[in-house]
């Protein structure tokens, strides 16, 4: 989506994405994972090319189409209701490419509330892309073909002067826009919940459910999906080794949820680290590194603990590992 509202203005790849570890080739493989990191990065880009300016984010979910929602956008379009279009959005969203994670506030009244919450966000991006999922909804609605949303009203956490910009311009001009508010929320009718979609099929709803339920199982439940996931992220920059934190932060989930996923598919974060460092290690001496470049570059503060630890690892140093490597040249 990003890319194409860049190109729209005039700014090629290289610009785009500069710097983010994404490659052209890579944005059409419709199967290619992106960590958030990437995202922010390429967002970075467009912003300081385009400047932040209300209404970005809003123009970048206009190109969001029902393939970019994969398997949880035909599960929607076969739902049954527009409640429980919703129900599946948000039990999926980890498989759908949003920044913000969405949640239905339901206290029994006239209205009920999406939030959009863009805490783990980075400040200096958070406003475009919480402009750009709260107008994925509306945009939702538009592609699913459940028509108009009733909309009471919308509030975020952004600066008064931004929302009377935002409030100009669709699909926010539907309703009041509230700045300055404690959460990011739009408050619709409850009635619109009982609406019926109009491809509803209850069949195609149920067996795209259950593959849903068994990809969501390999990204963040059992097996290996988290593992594998932490390892990806471990791999991908071999010049940065991001901590526990940082990782839990990308996943849009708490050190101890990482921490308790790993535990039960037998693993802990510093044996996943260990494992990576080892075979990267082992990656960088074969090429010809020195021993100090890879102790740098594995996150070791003094080149002896990479060495304690590399021999702890292949039962020889880094140095008689190399060596051995030279003579099967």
């Known amino acids: 989506m990003m890319r194409g509202v860049g190109q729209a203005h005039g700014l090629d790849d290289s610009t785009l ?50 393939g970019n929602a994969g398997l949880p956008g035909l599960a929607a379009l076969a739902s049954a ?33 999406i939030d959009v919450d863009g805490d783990a966000i980075p400040e200096d991006v958070r406003a475009y ?43 926010f001009d539907q309703c009041p826009v509230l ?22 099929d209850p069949q195609t709803a149920a067996m795209v ?13 059992a097996g290996r999906g988290m593992a594998a996931a932490v390892r990806d992220r471990l791999l991908r920059d071999s010049g940065t080794v991001p901590t526990m934190a940082e990782v839990a932060a990308e996943l849009h989930i708490t050190v101890r949820t990482l921490r308790r996923q790993l535990t039960a598919e037998g693993v802990t974060f510093r044996g996943l680290l260990n494992g990576v460092r080892e075979t990267r290690a082992a990656e960088l001496l074969r090429g010809g590194s020195t021993i100090e470049e890879v ?26 590992f190399r060596q051995s490597m030279l003579r099967r040249k």
Do not use: C
């Not at 739009?186 to 109009?198: C, E, G, K, Y």
């Open 17 to 66: 994405l500069r710097d983010t570890g994404i490659t052209a080739e890579k944005l059409t493989d419709e199967f290619a994972q992106f960590w958030p990191d990437q995202e922010y990065a390429l967002a970075r880009n467009l912003l300081g090319r385009l400047g932040d300016r209300p209404g970005l984010g809003a123009e970048t979910a206009r190109n969001a189409t029902l």
């Open 81 to 113: 209701t527009t409640g429980a279009v919703l129900a599946t959005a948000i039990r999926y969203q980890a498989l759908v490419p949003v920044a913000v994670r969405y949640s239905l506030e339901d206290a029994g009244g006239p209205e009920i509330a």
């Open 129 to 171: 892309f919480v402009e750009r999922d709260t107008a994925l909804v509306f945009r939702a609605a538009e592609v699913l073909g459940s028509g108009w949303i009733p909309v009471v009203r919308i509030q975020l956490q952004i600066s008064a002067e931004r929302g009377r910009e935002l409030a100009a311009l669709a699909p």
């Open 179 to 200: 700045a300055e508010q404690p959460r990011n929320r739009i408050v619709i009718a409850r009635s619109f919940l009982d609406q019926p979609m109009p491809q509803a």
């Open 209 to 221: 459910e259950r593959q849903l339920t068994e990809t969501l199982r390999q990204v963040v439940g």
């Open 295 to 320: 102790a740098r570059l594995l996150g070791y503060a003094e080149t002896a603990n990479f060495t304690h630890a590399f021999t702890r690892w292949r039962g020889m140093s880094p140095r008689a």
